[in-house]
Every structure is written in C-alpha cells, then in structure tokens.
C-alpha cells in the first residue's frame, strides 16, 4: 500500500483526502441550505456554529491536499482520452479547488461583516477579518450562495465524468481511486 502518488496511482493519501472531503462537503451544501431555512433558536444556533467549524476544518484539509498534490506525481489518465475531455477535467479540478478555498473564506469574512466571531469547535476563536458592515455582509452572503451553486455544478460535472470513465470507456479512472486497488494482471 503505496502512501504517496506513483505516474499510475493515487496513493492513499490522496484517496483519503478525496474521500473524507467528498463526505464533509457533500454534508457541507445540506447543512448550509437546511439552517438558512430555520427560525431563529438555539438549534439554528448550534447548526450555524457546527457549520462555521467544519467549514475552517475544510479550509485546512484542502489546503494540505493542494500542498500533497503538489509535492507528488499527477497520474498519467487511466485510459485514452480526447484533448477536450483532459482540459475540462483539468479545468473542473482547479476550480474545486478555487471554490473549496473561497467557499470558507467567504464564510468567515461574511461572519466578521455581521459581527460574529468564527468559533472553532469551541477550541479557539478566529480573529475578525473587517469590522462589522451590513452591506459588505449582504455581498459576501450572495458570494457565498454563488460559489455553493458552482460547487454543486462541477460536483455534477465531476460525477458524470467518473461515470463515464467506469461505464462507457470501461476504464480504471474510478476504481483507482478507492483504496486497495490494484491494477488487473
Ligand atoms: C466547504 C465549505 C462550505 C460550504 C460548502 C458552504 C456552503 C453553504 C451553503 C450551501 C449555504 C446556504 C446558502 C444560502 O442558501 O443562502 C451556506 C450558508 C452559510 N455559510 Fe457556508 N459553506 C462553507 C463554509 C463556511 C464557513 C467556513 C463559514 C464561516 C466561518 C460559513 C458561514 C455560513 C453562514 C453564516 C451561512 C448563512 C448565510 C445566511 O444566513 O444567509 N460557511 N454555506
């Protein structure tokens, strides 16, 4: 069991951080849109705060997985592929990235505009990025929504282009991604 990545496999590492971002963002867009919709009330409270918490945890786990992709070989595609198929990957994958970094960023600046310190799982607290703004709030809210809407978007691009791979070109793309793979004989 390889930790690091090789030109033909993710390593675990990888497959891990894929893995338990997918869950902790997936349950990430269902929280934002279920606690919006709340009255105001100690739950709602609690939801926000759990929201805020594993929001900063996501902004801190996809900062390490930018600094272990970048440290380990990319593998090569896992079976033939059309130029344009290689670039709208390569496009979709940045943006997760851009998106997963800002989605955060955007939800701590937005909580510092409406004068609510970010609370880390009650550990620690974050310090205040602006002072207390309604109109910067208003903006950084429809930021925020935005970049939800475009994450949901390239999670559908993504997903169908994993099923692509496993359904109609018959290839590994998928499969390596699950840890224990190995390559047929
Ligand atoms: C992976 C990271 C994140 C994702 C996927 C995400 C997603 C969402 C979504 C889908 C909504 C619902 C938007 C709406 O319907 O108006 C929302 C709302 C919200 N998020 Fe996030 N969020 C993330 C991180 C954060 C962080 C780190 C914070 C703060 C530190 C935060 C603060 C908020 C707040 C305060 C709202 C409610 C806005 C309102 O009251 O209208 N979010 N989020």
Avoid: C
């Avoid at 709030?137 to 691009?157: I, N, R, V, Y």
């Amino acid at each position: 069991m390889g930790f690091r990545n090789t030109r033909d496999r993710w390593g675990v590492i990888a497959q891990g951080f894929h893995w338990l971002l997918a869950v902790l963002v997936i349950g990430m867009v269902g929280l934002g849109l279920y606690m919006v919709e709340l009255p105001l009330g100690v739950r709602m409270l609690e939801l926000y705060a759990l929201h805020k918490s594993v929001g900063v945890l996501v902004f801190a786990l996809m900062a390490l997985r930018l600094a272990w992709r970048l440290a380990n070989p990319t593998p090569a595609p896992a079976g033939p592929m059309k130029a344009y198929e290689r670039r709208l990957a390569g496009v979709v994958h940045a943006l997760f990235y851009v998106v997963l970094l800002s989605l955060p960023i955007t939800g701590w600046l937005m909580s510092s505009a409406a004068n609510f310190s970010v609370s880390v799982f009650g550990l620690f607290t974050l310090p205040d990025l602006v002072t207390p703004d309604k109109g910067l709030e208003d903006t950084l809210k429809t930021a925020h929504l935005w970049l939800g809407w475009t994450l949901m978007g390239l999670f559908a691009l993504h997903v169908a282009g994993a099923f692509k791979h496993h359904m109609m070109d018959g290839d590994d793309t998928l499969r390596r991604m699950v840890p224990g793979w190995r390559r047929r004989a």
